[in-house]
Structure formats: structure tokens, C-alpha cells
């Protein structure tokens, strides 16, 4: 059995889909957030590389959907529906949103990580899909790679090891 595995990457501000065997990664996850969500009986995610966490912060016409926690959520959640997965089934893990500097203010534009965070997490509330597994917050830039087949999210953060969710 020696299948040919593709690892689709996600840019920043980027969505993309995968079904098993292929696995699915980004990378330079600091204040962004990484959303997977998938179907674990059809084997088919999506992720979603957060920037912020609103579009009604967008001041560009022509705006990137996928760079806000809100419109993104809402295509990928869309773009995994058409692909016959079922919502009732859809899990989410999440991954990210790290505070990646101090700032003097107590500002709340300056908490970009934190806000990904509650945005993502209030979105995925209203849509009803559990969030079984996160690990976000913290300091550190994160890399993140989910395999539909086994639901494994594998992150690796910068100066703290590696680990599975």
C-alpha cells in the first residue's frame, strides 16, 4: 500500500479542502488562527488560516473572505457541505492566536491574538460544531498539520516541542 500522500499547504488568509489520504498544513500561525473542520466518517476537512476577526474591519471593496474569522468560517463550513460532508457530524480543532508581543496599552486592537480566538469560537458556537481539541494562545508561532484519516492534529511550536490534539 504505498499511496502517494500530498500535503496541501494553506497560506495566510488562505482556505483549502482535503480528503484522506492527503493531509492538509500551515504554517506561521502566530496571532492567526488555524480551523480545521471535518467529517470524520467521510474523511474530508478544511482549514482555514485566520487573520483577524472581523471583515467589517475590511476597508477594501474587493475583500479576501478568508482572512477574517467570520467569512471564512462560513466558506469553509460551505465548500465542505458541497463536498458531501455532513454538518451534523462536522468537529473543529483549533490552533493559534498566540499574544506573539507585549504592548504597553491595554488597547484591545493590540489583542489580535485573543479576539481571533473569540471570534472563531463564537462563530463555530452559532454553526452548533464542537471544538474537540485546541491549543492556542500563548507566545509562541505555531505550524499545524491535521491527517483526515486518524482526526490528528500534529502542531509544532516554535521553542516547545511538538505535539498531537
Do not use: W
Amino acid at each position: 500500500m504505498n499511496e502517494v500522500l500530498n500535503i496541501i499547504k494553506v497560506g495566510i488568509a488562505d482556505l483549502k479542502f482535503v480528503s484522506a489520504p492527503d493531509r492538509i498544513r500551515t504554517s506561521g500561525l502566530g496571532s492567526c488562527v488555524g480551523v480545521v473542520l471535518f467529517d470524520p466518517r467521510k474523511q474530508l476537512a478544511g482549514m482555514a488560516h485566520v487573520m483577524l476577526p472581523d471583515s467589517h474591519m475590511a476597508k477594501q471593496e474587493k475583500m479576501n473572505r478568508f482572512k477574517y474569522a467570520d467569512t471564512a468560517l462560513d466558506d469553509l463550513l460551505r465548500g465542505l457541505t458541497d463536498n458531501g460532508a455532513s454538518k451534523f457530524r462536522m468537529k473543529a480543532k483549533i490552533a493559534g492566536g498566540a499574544q506573539m508581543f507585549s504592548f504597553k496599552t491595554s488597547s484591545d486592537m493590540m489583542r489580535i491574538g485573543p479576539r481571533n480566538i473569540e471570534a472563531v469560537k463564537e462563530k463555530l458556537a452559532q454553526f452548533h460544531i464542537p471544538i474537540i481539541a485546541e491549543d492556542v494562545g500563548g507566545k509562541s508561532g505555531r505550524t499545524i498539520v491535521f491527517d483526515p484519516s486518524t482526526t490528528d492534529l500534529h502542531i509544532r511550536k516554535v521553542n516547545h516541542g511538538e505535539v498531537t490534539i
